[in-house]
């Protein structure tokens, strides 16, 4: 049960909680409502998804009662031209409250994909309106999806889904977890503003990506992956040694 109130009381950054038995998407309703709400910051929160979004086309499995379905709607104005940092951000601040709440380490897969025992057990799916300088967000959304609980999962989906609570007996209210994963994501958005080479450098030690032969977009080329700049861009080295970047928005990888 999400205790909307105790929410407000500790994240100070939070204007709004809206929470939904069950909606198509929380990214979705956050996009609808953003070029209308007044509300600085919001937090819309699901207990099912009947169309939840990842990256590109995927979906993201929602069932009832058994994940975090959340949406950060974010109104104030953020001096950045490029939302990778801010899944970045989010990455870090996931993993940092999976630890603190349920002793579980997890890995992140660039970018978006937090990884348990190379299964995900999450994602994080970015989405934002830039003004017309290109220098400001108008809004974003932080799209979380987490699962909780071990679920029936589509045949599909079998070899690479996992759930928290299949490894911790730790148990824990979604409130509290909730807290703590947003006061998390707040700190790691000022580190993105005051220091975001220290947030780089801390995504890194995390990213399982990182010299690995990776392939991209389903090709046959091989690359290894050697970096991630201070954009949060992905630098490999093709199998002649020539160095690429890669934006998040281009591709998706398969370790
Ligand atoms: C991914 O795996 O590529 C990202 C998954 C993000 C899922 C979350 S669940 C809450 C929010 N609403 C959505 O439709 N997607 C995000």
């Not at 730790?170 to 998390?184: G, Y």
């Amino acid at each position: 049960m999400i205790n909307a109130n105790k929410i407000l009381d500790k994240i100070t950054q939070l204007h709004e909680v809206k929470t939904f038995e069950s909606i198509d998407s929380t990214n979705n309703y956050a996009k609808e409502i953003a070029k209308l709400s007044t509300v600085k910051n919001t937090l819309i929160i699901a207990n099912h998804q009947s169309a939840g979004r990842g990256r590109g086309s995927n979906k993201f499995f929602s069932p009832q009662d058994e994940g975090l379905y959340m949406s950060l709607l974010l109104k104030d104005k953020i001096s950045i031209n490029d939302a990778q940092l801010i899944t970045i951000a989010s990455a870090l601040a996931i993993r940092k409250s999976i630890f603190e709440s349920f002793k579980i380490n997890v890995t992140i897969k660039w970018i978006n994909d937090i990884m348990l025992n190379n299964k995900k057990v999450g994602g994080i799916l970015v989405e934002g309106s830039l003004y017309d300088n290109y220098k400001e967000y108008e809004y974003l959304v932080i799209g979380i999806g987490l699962n909780i609980k071990k679920s029936q999962v589509p045949d599909e989906l079998v070899h690479i889904y996992t759930s928290l609570l299949e490894h911790t007996q730790i148990k824990l209210s979604m409130n509290d977890f909730l807290i703590n994963l947003l006061t998390n994501i707040f700190n790691y958005l000022d580190l993105m503003i005051t220091h975001p080479n220290t947030l780089i450098d801390e995504y890194k030690k995390y990213c399982t990506v990182l010299n690995k032969k990776i392939t991209i977009n389903n090709s046959n080329q091989t690359y290894t992956a050697i970096d991630i700049n201070n954009l949060g861009n992905l630098v490999v080295l093709d199998e002649y040694g020539k160095e690429k970047i890669f934006n998040s928005g281009e591709v998706s990888i398969k370790l």
